[in-house]
């Protein structure tokens, strides 16, 4: 090997696909939302933002049914998600994952 061929390489100290893996068994079971409590309680802690989001489909003359679900399950997804990534981070930081 030449040595202008050779490189150095880092040694890779990401430990974001195991806090994604992690986050996407947790979404699977403990943290998914479609389970009832789960979106329930996505839905009763949304931001203000999201709050107004769903009252300016609430309000339309003809609501959007399809438009109102996508919203109301993209809230308790991103809830959810939420705590599912400080649960794998936690994880990590307790060596679980290793």
Request: proline share 2%; glycine share 4%; aromatic share 12%.
């Amino acid at each position: 090997m030449f040595t202008k061929e050779r490189y150095y390489e880092p040694e890779d100290n990401d430990d974001s696909d195991r806090i994604d893996e992690r986050v996407s068994e947790l979404m699977k079971d403990e943290y998914n939302p479609t389970q009832y409590s789960n979106f329930v309680e996505g839905i009763s802690e949304a931001s203000e933002k999201d709050r107004e989001a769903v009252e300016l489909i609430l309000q339309q003359s003809e609501i959007d049914y399809e438009a109102l679900g996508r919203k109301l399950f993209c809230m308790a997804y991103d809830y959810m998600e939420g705590y599912a990534n400080s649960h794998a981070e936690a994880n990590l930081s307790s060596g679980y994952l290793d």
